[in-house]
């Protein structure tokens, strides 16, 4: 005999709520039953944080029921964890110490939960209960507020964008826990594999409305595809209704005279409708990079390059070459060195040892997940235009500010908002918005996936996969680095560097334990990886190297001189040619100029192919 099916632990029926002159949402009915997982997906703007609060109870609809089993524990991870602590005359009675000394025992502790069980739950997730929450980064901040929910023991937990600012082996932390969990899950993500993991069932927010997938979210694409194809066709068939009926109601009244009241009024709602169904229809993101001017093949040559602050080795002995076009992702723990790295590739930071060829012609781009540059008291329209005024160049032409900023699906009324009204992902969209106005040949992006939604994502790769400069990629995002590297460097924080051919799959595949505790003895590098290796005793003899033939090594030598001198040359003729009189006064010397410069830049690729041949042969012979 089955048993019947459990109540929901919380269900909404018919809600409504209203944001402005139209609903946030509208008639939405959806369940959360005990030990399910699932994810809430939608649009940037939607209303997903929205309604996990009216779920929650801490927001009341305007209209429909909520209800939920009595004694229901609920927890909840917001996308910007507060860890202060409590007012001053609450804390120093359960205490009576000074703020300052509030720690993450405190913080985690400070709801339902037993101290030894907060503390046994920071330790979980990596970090030390005595520690003081002032002065945390992001991860130790979202691993702290995680961590306090955990130790609540909820029914229901909720998390909105847990991801964020967590590293690869956090959020794998965290999958594991969830999924061995008693308690139900609620999640709003932008992080496919990590969903793809821990979900069951999917709640789509769209169009003010939620459909239910009772299914993971591995199944969502195509499931929401049909959906969409269905409605699309179903608007289709209302237009020609409308047109039909518009048709047979005006030649009606022309034939008989008479107006059928009952059928205008059913051609109006019909009208209506269609009209809410197009406003409804979401706004599609307007994405474009300029790659601006060719750089040479060679990006970077870096060979045997290391970087220690104090006795703490950050990466060593990394020998690796970015040629134009490659996408290199790097990975690692927070903390592991990834943006000391970038710095390093870039030649921003000296390395303590190795050499570091940057190659010509670069004009690189870095969109820094820090968000340095926005303040809060800033409004959308100076972020756009910081030098003043009513329009800002866009990859060589003039856009009026308010048409730029509607390209990233912001309003008008947005535009004299400050940015602190501004969600996590619309402050990300302002960031690509100013970053992608300029001309870059090197894009170098450190976590740009944070609080973006998936339609947000899907965009920006389809706009990197197109993008012909080179990129380089910071991301804590699998399913991301897996779309979009062709290699990857990962760091393990201990010192050790490792690159493989491909994504965040492929790394796994071929560096098993890379990223694990130390081992207690050496393994050797796995094949297709190249492997930083410690240092050969100095008593042991070398071994004998190859050595490029009479003839290579000088055009090797050659070679690197033109690398340094055109260049220069090529900066030469184009300052001649940035006098925009020069044709008018003198076009036979606009002439010369021209061809030096071509000259000079075919002259730049040949050398250019040509060390990197010679390079690759001396390497091969050296064995």
């Given at each position: 005999?089955?048993?019947?099916?459990?109540?929901?632990?919380?269900?909404?029926?018919?809600?409504?709520?209203?944001?402005?002159?139209?609903?946030?949402?509208?008639?939405?009915?959806?369940?959360?039953?005990?030990?399910?997982?699932?994810?809430?997906?939608?649009?940037?703007?939607?209303?997903?944080?929205?309604?996990?609060?009216?779920?929650?109870?801490?927001?009341?609809?305007?209209?429909?029921?909520?209800?939920?089993?009595?004694?229901?524990?609920?927890?909840?991870?917001?996308?910007?964890?507060?860890?202060?602590?409590?007012?001053?005359?609450?804390?120093?009675?359960?205490?009576?110490?000074?703020?300052?000394?509030?720690?993450?025992?405190?913080?985690?502790?400070?709801?339902?939960?037993?101290?030894?069980?907060?503390?046994?739950?920071?330790?979980?997730?990596?970090?030390?209960?005595?520690?003081?929450?002032?002065?945390?980064?992001?991860?130790?901040?979202?691993?702290?507020?995680?961590?306090?929910?955990?130790?609540?023991?909820?029914?229901?937990?909720?998390?909105?964008?847990?991801?964020?600012?967590?590293?690869?082996?956090?959020?794998?932390?965290?999958?594991?826990?969830?999924?061995?969990?008693?308690?139900?899950?609620?999640?709003?993500?932008?992080?496919?594999?990590?969903?793809?993991?821990?979900?069951?069932?999917?709640?789509?927010?769209?169009?003010?409305?939620?459909?239910?997938?009772?299914?993971?979210?591995?199944?969502?694409?195509?499931?929401?595809?049909?959906?969409?194809?269905?409605?699309?066709?179903?608007?289709?068939?209302?237009?020609?209704?409308?047109?039909?009926?518009?048709?047979?109601?005006?030649?009606?009244?022309?034939?008989?005279?008479?107006?059928?009241?009952?059928?205008?009024?059913?051609?109006?709602?019909?009208?209506?409708?269609?009209?809410?169904?197009?406003?409804?229809?979401?706004?599609?993101?307007?994405?474009?990079?300029?790659?601006?001017?060719?750089?040479?093949?060679?990006?970077?040559?870096?060979?045997?390059?290391?970087?220690?602050?104090?006795?703490?080795?950050?990466?060593?002995?990394?020998?690796?070459?970015?040629?134009?076009?490659?996408?290199?992702?790097?990975?690692?723990?927070?903390?592991?060195?990834?943006?000391?790295?970038?710095?390093?590739?870039?030649?921003?930071?000296?390395p303590d040892e190795g050499t570091v060829r940057m190659g010509a012609n670069l004009e690189p781009l870095y969109l820094d997940q820090s968000r340095e540059g926005l303040k809060s008291d800033m409004t959308l329209w100076d972020a756009l235009t910081p030098g003043g005024g009513d329009s800002i160049l866009v990859r060589g032409r003039s856009m009026h500010v308010a048409a730029y900023a509607k390209d990233f699906l912001f309003q008008e009324a947005?535009?004299?908002?400050?940015?602190?009204?501004?969600?996590?992902?619309?402050?990300?969209?302002?960031?690509?918005?100013?970053?992608?106005?300029?001309?870059?040949?090197?894009?170098?992006?450190?976590?740009?996936?944070?609080?973006?939604?998936?339609?947000?994502?899907?965009?920006?790769?389809?706009?990197?996969?197109?993008?012909?400069?080179?990129?380089?990629?910071?991301?804590?995002?699998?399913?991301?680095?897996?779309?979009?590297?062709?290699?990857?460097?990962?760091?393990?924080?201990?010192?050790?560097?490792?690159?493989?051919?491909?994504?965040?799959?492929?790394?796994?595949?071929?560096?098993?334990?890379?990223?694990?505790?130390?081992?207690?003895?050496?393994?050797?590098?796995?094949?297709?990886?190249?492997?930083?290796?410690?240092?050969?005793?100095?008593?042991?003899?070398?071994?004998?190297?190859?050595?490029?033939?009479?003839?290579?090594?000088?055009?090797?030598?050659?070679?690197?001189?033109?690398?340094?001198?055109?260049?220069?040359?090529?900066?030469?003729?184009?300052?001649?040619?940035?006098?925009?009189?020069?044709?008018?006064?003198d076009p036979a010397a606009f002439d010369r100029a021209m061809k030096a410069a071509e000259k000079a830049r075919a002259e730049l690729e040949t050398a250019e192919l040509d060390w990197l041949e010679l390079e690759e042969k001396k390497a091969a012979l050296a064995g």
């Open positions: 005999m089955s048993m019947a099916p459990r109540p929901p632990l919380v269900a909404l029926k018919d809600v409504r709520l209203q944001d402005g002159p139209r609903p946030l949402f509208d008639g939405v009915d959806m369940a959360m039953e005990p030990r399910s997982r699932a994810a809430l997906v939608g649009r940037n703007g939607a209303g997903k944080s929205t309604l996990m609060k009216v779920v929650m109870g801490l927001i009341e609809p305007d209209s429909g029921d909520r209800s939920f089993q009595a004694g229901t524990r609920f927890a909840y991870v917001p996308q910007e964890p507060d860890l202060s602590p409590p007012s001053s005359s609450e804390r120093e009675v359960a205490s009576g110490r000074a703020a300052q000394e509030w720690t993450l025992a405190d913080y985690a502790a400070s709801g339902e939960a037993e101290r030894w069980t907060a503390e046994s739950w920071l330790e979980t997730f990596g970090l030390n209960p005595n520690k003081s929450t002032q002065g945390l980064s992001g991860g130790e901040i979202r691993r702290a507020a995680l961590a306090k929910a955990f130790a609540e023991e909820p029914d229901l937990l909720l998390l909105d964008e847990p991801t964020n600012h967590l590293d690869i082996l956090a959020i794998e932390l965290l999958e594991n826990e969830l999924i061995q969990a008693r308690f139900a899950l609620l999640v709003v993500s932008h992080d496919r594999a990590f969903l793809n993991r821990v979900t069951d069932t999917v709640h789509w927010l769209e169009g003010r409305r939620v459909r239910t997938l009772n299914k993971g979210f591995v199944e969502f694409d195509d499931w929401a595809a049909k959906v969409m194809e269905e409605e699309a066709e179903s608007l289709r068939r209302l237009t020609k209704r409308i047109e039909a009926e518009t048709y047979t109601f005006y030649r009606s009244i022309t034939a008989q005279r008479t107006r059928n009241e009952g059928r205008a009024r059913a051609l109006q709602q019909m009208r209506l409708d269609r009209a809410e169904r197009v406003k409804d229809i979401p706004r599609e993101l307007n994405l474009g990079v300029d790659s601006g001017g060719a750089s040479g093949k060679l990006v970077a040559d870096i060979k045997g390059v290391s970087k220690a602050f104090g006795d703490r080795v950050i990466f060593k002995n990394l020998t690796t070459r970015i040629i134009r076009g490659d996408r290199l992702a790097i990975v690692g723990p927070n903390g592991a060195g990834k943006t000391t790295l970038v710095k390093v590739l870039l030649g921003e930071l000296a947005q535009l004299k908002q400050p940015i602190s009204t501004l969600s996590g992902g619309e402050r990300n969209r302002l960031l690509l918005a100013r970053a992608l106005a300029q001309p870059a040949n090197l894009l170098i992006l450190d976590e740009p996936t944070n609080d973006l939604d998936m339609d947000t994502l899907e965009k920006l790769e389809e706009l990197l996969e197109s993008y012909d400069g080179t990129l380089i990629l910071v991301s804590h995002d699998r399913d991301f680095v897996d779309r979009l590297a062709t290699s990857t460097i990962a760091l393990n924080g201990r010192g050790d560097v490792v690159e493989t051919p491909g994504g965040w799959q492929d790394f796994l595949r071929q560096n098993p334990g890379f990223l694990a505790p130390p081992p207690t003895h050496a393994e050797a590098a796995p094949s297709g990886a190249r492997r930083v290796e410690k240092a050969e005793p100095s008593d042991r003899a070398p071994k004998k190297q190859a050595k490029l033939s009479y003839k290579d090594a000088r055009r090797l030598e050659e070679v690197e001189k033109l690398m340094e001198t055109l260049p220069v040359e090529i900066a030469k003729q184009d300052a001649i040619l940035a006098d925009p009189d020069l044709y008018s006064r």
